[in-house]
């Protein structure tokens, strides 16, 4: 649909079309086309309870499409430096270096630098985010590009890391770290040594990984076990700030942790209970101040049901004064990930985002189960019966 040149198909110039997918696809998945729109959708969803936002650029670079590589990295420029003007302090974008291009992703898979041009558009967002205390996520994408991906983003962790913003006391830059990956454990102990060598903050965005399907079998996990198994070892592993199981310190000694910030960007509802439960045990044995930074995150139009039970546990964390029946709370930081851009750059995001997530519709069942629970709780809450 997206390349049909019918008109019956064409989102921009048919209107029952692009009604229809506006009232559908896009209205479930983005947050809008327009700054006022993005602004006041951004506002809506932090009325329900959501700490922020994680506000992406719906900018897709397709495979085999040509296109003037300075043009391209101005058009990521602009729309990454506009992205960062809507966010709130303290809310996050997302990113791809592969936006930058049909050039850039060559050079990701060359395993090259960026361009001087490139460089310099990387920096100015980082700049432009670090002035206005957002952080920035760039997503890590098939293996092929992740050696340059990673190191792309850690050379911008050693120069922007070192001076977190003091009133969020959260980095400017994170990097992604595919848990599917049998590699993983061994690349995180090497950037760990590396920020501790360096010393800045290894900011760490951990997510199970979103190309399984397109991957080389030997590189992932041989089952869906193992590769949960590794999240939720190497996410106890940063909380904890401490090696331990998968996770060996480089040199082999029992070396020092260095500072951590830590985004658990998953679906997983079993990750997610565990995270709480690490980190309100430590809570109740160390000052917050001496703990990472720790934000949740999932997409919008997804996993809903996990958002809606992480921001009730922050209501009823600060309502308790982070004191519960069992002890110390943890007021968790939601954040829900949304896309803004017009209608067809939308719906290249969705397709791409369709792609990486075929096992969704293995969790139908479990979320209607969970969603029915929550609202059989709300009903009793409603009516004055003990919701169990």
Request: aromatic share 6%; net charge neutral; charged share 20%.
């Amino acid at each position: 649909m997206l390349n049909s040149k019918s008109y019956l198909f064409d989102v921009d110039r048919n209107p029952v079309v692009r009604a229809l997918l506006h009232q559908t696809f896009y209205k479930q998945f983005c947050v809008g086309e327009s700054r006022i729109g993005v602004q006041d959708a951004m506002q809506q969803m932090r009325s329900c309870g959501y700490t922020d936002i994680i506000l992406e650029y719906a900018l897709e670079v397709l495979k085999g499409e040509e296109e003037d590589a300075e043009a391209a990295v101005e058009r990521w420029r602009t729309g990454l430096l506009a992205t960062v003007e809507m966010a709130s302090p303290g809310s996050f974008v997302g990113l791809k270096w592969s936006g930058l291009g049909s050039a850039a992703l060559q050079l990701l898979k060359e395993q090259k630098p960026p361009t001087p041009s490139m460089d310099s558009a990387m920096r100015q967002l980082c700049d432009a985010a670090a002035a206005k205390n957002v952080s920035l996520l760039p997503a890590a994408e098939e293996s092929d590009t992740n050696p340059t991906y990673h190191s792309w983003s850690l050379n911008l962790q050693r120069i922007y890391n070192r001076s977190p913003s003091t009133q969020f006391d959260r980095p400017v830059i994170y990097n992604t770290y595919q848990a599917y990956l049998r590699s993983t454990p061994d690349l995180l102990s090497f950037h760990l040594a590396d920020a501790k060598a360096h010393e800045y903050t290894l900011a760490v965005k951990l997510v199970r990984g979103a190309y399984l399907h397109s991957e080389p079998k030997h590189l992932v996990h041989s089952c869906k076990e193992d590769t949960d198994s590794a999240y939720d070892t190497l996410a106890a592993n940063l909380l904890k700030q401490q090696y331990g199981g998968i996770l060996r310190p480089l040199d082999g000694t029992l070396a020092s942790f260095p500072k951590v910030a830590v985004v658990l960007a998953t679906h997983n509802a079993n990750s997610v209970h565990k995270a709480q439960k690490l980190r309100n045990v430590q809570l109740s044995q160390d000052p917050h101040a001496n703990l990472p930074n720790l934000c949740y995150a999932q997409l919008q139009g997804m996993a809903d049901e996990i958002s809606c039970e992480l921001v009730q546990a922050s209501k009823t964390g600060l309502e308790a004064g982070a004191v519960g029946e069992e002890g110390a709370i943890d007021p968790p930081k939601v954040y829900k990930c949304t896309t803004w851009g017009s209608m067809r750059e939308c719906l290249n995001y969705l397709l791409r985002r369709a792609a990486e997530n075929k096992d969704a519709a293995g969790r139908t069942k479990a979320t209607r189960q969970a969603m029915a629970a929550e609202l059989m709780r709300r009903i009793k809450a409603r009516i004055g019966l003990k919701a169990n």
